[in-house]
């Protein structure tokens, strides 16, 4: 059974920085492309990141430059650095296999930007 665990949300001023983690159980993460989402107050969920199994990453245009997703086969993680955190960051982040239409999702991490 696939567990995904985020920790590293709170609450920061913004220019800050936080660094999420995601840990996973079972031998699927390490052959599996890792995502990041984001879920803002009355908004829609929207993918902020992604790594593939390789190393190679993609973002969204609202965080590229600011946030660095990376991942640690051998510790089954994925990490989402995230700098010149924004107001519009504020967000519950989730942590994913698979994809959208996948059925393994983190509880979710809540991170706030607020002066």
């Known amino acids: 059974q696939v567990q995904l665990v985020e920790s590293g949300g709170g609450l920061v001023q913004p220019g800050g920085s936080l660094r999420l983690s995601c840990a996973a159980s079972g031998t699927i993460f390490r052959i599996n492309t890792m995502y990041w989402y984001r879920r803002a107050p009355g908004k829609q969920r929207e993918l902020v990141a992604f790594?593939?199994?390789?190393?190679?990453?993609n973002y969204a245009a609202s965080v590229k430059g600011r946030f660095t997703i990376s991942r640690d086969n051998a510790k089954n993680s994925v990490y989402l650095q995230m700098n010149s955190l924004e107001l519009e960051d504020t967000a519950v982040y989730y942590c994913?296999?698979?994809?959208?239409?996948?059925?393994?999702w983190g509880q979710g991490t809540q991170v706030t930007v607020s002066s």
């Open positions: 790594i593939t199994s390789g190393g190679a990453a």
């Open positions: 994913n296999i698979g994809g959208s239409g996948s059925i393994f």
